[in-house]
Each structure stands twice: as structure tokens, then as C-alpha cells.
């Protein structure tokens, strides 16, 4: 079983920055592919940034440039580095986490809700 806890999310002003960190425990981290997905009020959730265990980054066209993921496999922890952050970023943001077994397994974490306004 593994448990995704997040934490950095808050209020912060347009153009501000935020950064997310998700804690995974259990074993076969570095082995999973991670990701943050998020979710604004009234849409469906979204991929932003993910990252797979042999290290390869992929980010949503809307997010590219403003956001860096990146993953500490000794400490079982991914996190997301936000930039120049935008109110439509506005959303409650979720740690994924998918162990690459037959059949894969895919966790949540509780999400973490980031607010951008002044």
C-alpha cells in the first residue's frame, strides 16, 4: 500500500510562486512513475506535469516554461515548482503515483489547493 501526503499549496498573488512536495511511502518509488495532476472548480482534472521512474518529464502545453517537476528518489518525494503563476491556476492539485506492475497500480494523494489572486 502506499500513502501520497502533499503540502505547499496556499494563497499567492499572479506572477508569485508556489512549491508542492508529495511524500510516497512504501517501497518501488523510484521504480513509479509520478505526476501532479489538478483540478479548477467546475472542470475535470488534468494532467500538469509528470515524471516517469527512468526520469522522463512531460508537462501540459499550459504549464511549460512555469513549472518544473522533479523527483528525490532517496527521500520518496516528488515536487512541483510553479512560476509566474496565473488566477487559471487555480486549482486543487493532486499527487499521482503509478507502480509500473502487471496490472499497474495507481495511487492518489488528498490534493493540495493552490489559490492565485489578488
Known amino acids: 500500500q502506499v500513502q501520497l501526503v502533499e503540502s505547499g499549496g496556499g494563497l499567492v498573488q499572479p506572477g508569485g510562486s508556489l512549491r508542492l512536495s508529495c511524500a510516497a511511502s512504501?517501497?518501488?518509488?523510484?521504480?513509479?512513475?509520478v505526476a501532479w495532476y489538478r483540478q479548477a472548480p467546475g472542470k475535470e482534472r488534468e494532467l500538469a506535469a509528470a515524471?516517469?521512474?527512468?526520469?522522463?518529464?512531460n508537462y501540459a502545453d499550459s504549464v511549460k516554461g512555469r513549472f518544473t517537476i522533479s523527483r528525490d528518489n532517496t527521500k520518496n518525494t516528488v515536487h512541483l515548482e510553479m512560476n509566474t503563476l496565473k488566477p487559471e491556476d487555480t486549482a486543487t492539485y493532486y499527487c499521482?503515483?503509478?507502480?509500473?506492475?502487471?496490472?499497474?497500480?495507481?495511487?492518489w494523494g488528498q490534493g493540495t489547493q493552490v489559490i492565485v489572486s489578488s
Open positions: 512504501g517501497s518501488f518509488f523510484s521504480m513509479s512513475d
Open positions: 499521482w503515483l503509478q507502480l509500473n506492475w502487471f496490472p499497474p497500480r495507481v495511487y
Open positions: 515524471i516517469t521512474g527512468g526520469g522522463v518529464i
